[in-house]
């Protein structure tokens, strides 16, 4: 279905849960997040009855995220479930990859199609500290699970902090070469718990080639990314600049949260609740928050904070 800007709104990103096994600085206070009541949160049966009706309106793509998606009990099942709903075919998964050793196999068994890895740098001190509580050597075997498992067109995900990680855009550029995996630089988004980051922290993604002089442009593959390669690479890097360069004249998402609010906008306040909803009420409200779908967020910076007024945790990404 078209929003009222002439956009195609095909993807619907589904977070599963609040909860994470990591606690990543820019994304959730350190205390982990205040558990909902049960009743507060979808049911596996009402997200299934959301991806039918997203399905309905022309939904083609499903992104499951969280929190962490792989800690829910239930994630086989739904990704499984999501998989059969017709006229949905992509299911796709972005994870911290902590678990995916253990369920990486079941995953693809269930129709999983793609998997997306979060990893932010490749040094075991800075992973520990960005991630508060993480180990990388659980992220890399999350890695390795994923490419055992036959998954294809693995996606590195990697956000850019100045006086982090910058130090650490060839390295990470290089894991195109060592696998077959892509890999891309996001920009960090101003959100709740990102206030510890200093204007510094704020990088534009063109910091990414100026450390890369050999990536050379390649072909969009109708993502948001601008893509690029490195000589003898098995896969491409993708630079996503929702700060410096938004990409909302050709937003496709819609975003649905783990307590049943769906979100037309990432960086905007609107939500509209799900829960509760018949499946006939469901897909008139999916089909309100297309047509309310904005043009675009209002400007995002160091000191211009994202107007969710959620933490990423809270929303999927
Ligand atoms: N736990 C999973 C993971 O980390 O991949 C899925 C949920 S996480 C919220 C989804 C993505 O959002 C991750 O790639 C994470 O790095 C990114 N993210 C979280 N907070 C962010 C921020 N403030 N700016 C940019 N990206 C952010
Ligand atoms: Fe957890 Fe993902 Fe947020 Fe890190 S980015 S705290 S892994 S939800």
Do not use: W
């Amino acid at each position: 279905m078209k929003d009222q800007y002439g956009r195609e709104i095909n993807y619907l990103r589904l977070s599963v849960t609040e909860l994470c096994n990591l606690r990543c600085r820019y994304c959730m206070p350190e205390t982990g997040v205040c558990k909902k009541p049960h009743e507060a949160m979808l049911t596996e049966d009402e997200m299934i009855a959301a991806v039918e009706a997203a399905a309905s309106l022309g939904v083609t793509k499903l992104r499951i995220t969280g929190g962490e998606p792989l800690v829910k009990r239930n994630i086989v099942s739904i990704c499984a479930r999501a998989a059969r709903v017709p006229g949905i075919s992509e299911v796709c998964i972005t994870t911290n990859g902590v678990l995916l050793p253990k369920l990486a196999k079941g995953l693809r068994s269930a129709g999983v199609t793609r998997v997306n890895l979060s990893l932010d740098t490749l040094n075991a001190d800075k992973y520990a500290r960005i991630t508060r509580i993480g180990q990388l050597d659980g992220a890399l075997a999350g890695l390795h699970a994923a490419l055992d498992a036959g998954f294809d067109k693995i996606k590195i995900n990697a956000v850019l902090i100045g006086g982090f990680n910058d130090d650490e855009i060839a390295d990470l550029a290089e894991l195109t070469r060592t696998y077959p995996v892509d890999v891309r630089f996001i920009e960090l988004m101003p959100m709740v718990d990102s206030r510890e980051f200093g204007p510094e922290a704020f990088i534009p993604c063109t910091e990414v080639l100026r450390r890369l002089p050999d990536a050379a442009p390649a072909a969009p593959d109708g993502g948001v990314a601008r893509l690029y390669r490195l000589p003898g690479a098995q896969g491409s890097i993708g630079l996503i600049s929702p700060v410096s360069d938004h990409f909302c004249a050709s937003c496709n998402r819609i975003r649905l949260t783990a307590d049943g609010k769906l979100k037309p906008c990432l960086h905007s306040a609107e939500e509209i609740s799900l829960k509760g909803l018949s499946p006939e009420a469901m897909r008139e409200a999916m089909r309100r928050a297309i047509l309310e779908k904005p043009s675009c967020h209002a400007a995002l910076s160091a000191t211009q904070h994202s107007r969710a007024a959620r933490n990423m945790n809270q929303i999927g990404g």
